[in-house]
């Protein structure tokens, strides 16, 4: 089976723009979930998504994002953009979600100037 | 409140030197507890569960409730161990993860 896959793996963006981040599953699973990757914080979650339904959401300003369409495959949107947002972020897959094993794509890496 | 601490940011080890990556966890409920890794070059990925009680790598970890902490350990480290571990938990039907902040094992030969 194909791996959890990240589009783009880079990104350049300045301040107040917004930036789209894509994210397709491993197939057959249904859950994606989101995280926000920094040195100094770890992995912070950001939102995850079932069925097209957002199930659960971290402590992230509303400038954050996402859905997700009947294929599983999964958008995260940031809006206006900080320099703070500067990040690695992460997708994850799981069958259904819960405790299951996260299966993580490879990033992408998001820089703000 | 939910939390995962892993108190050492990087860890320092001799080959053949056994190893402790501390993880603690404050939950209310009974969580899943998870190590993960992240070689060089490689994307995060999972090491092992405490519900499988498996040893993998030569890697074990026991969740012990009382003292609330699945510490991550290794009789014998390699240098093949050095990368970023992370301790996360689940918890049923929360549908998100909590990770620790990580640990940065670094093997000298």
């Keep these: 089976k194909a791996g959890v896959t990240q589009t783009p793996r880079y990104l350049i963006k300045t301040r107040g723009q917004q930036v789209t ?28 998504y079932f069925s097209e339904t957002q199930r ?11 859905r997700q369409f009947s294929n599983s495959r999964s958008e995260m949107n940031v809006s206006t953009l900080e320099l703070g947002d500067s990040a690695l972020y992460l997708c994850a897959s799981q069958p259904s979600g819960g405790d299951s094993p996260l299966h993580f794509g490879n990033g992408t890496r998001l820089t703000v100037t | ?62 969740l012990n409730k009382g003292e609330t902490s699945f510490h991550l350990k290794k009789p014998f480290a390699q240098e093949e161990d050095s990368a970023m571990y992370y301790c996360a938990l689940s918890g049923l039907e929360t549908y998100k993860y909590i990770f620790g902040t990580g640990t940065r094992l670094k093997g000298l030969a």
């Design chain 2, 1 to 62: 409140a939910q939390r995962v601490t892993q108190p050492e940011k990087l860890l320092s080890v001799f080959k053949g030197a056994p190893v402790e990556l501390k993880c603690n966890y404050s939950y209310s409920g009974s969580p899943e507890l998870f190590w993960y890794v992240q070689y060089s070059r490689q994307r995060l990925q999972l090491l092992l569960r405490h519900i499988s009680r498996e040893s993998i790598k030569g890697f074990t970890a026991d």
């Design chain 1, 21 to 48: 981040l894509s994210c397709s599953p491993i197939s057959g699973h249904r859950s994606v979930s989101w995280y926000q990757q920094t040195p100094g914080q770890g992995l912070q979650f950001l939102f995850e």
């Design chain 1, 56 to 66: 659960n959401k971290g402590n992230f300003p509303g400038r954050f994002s996402g």
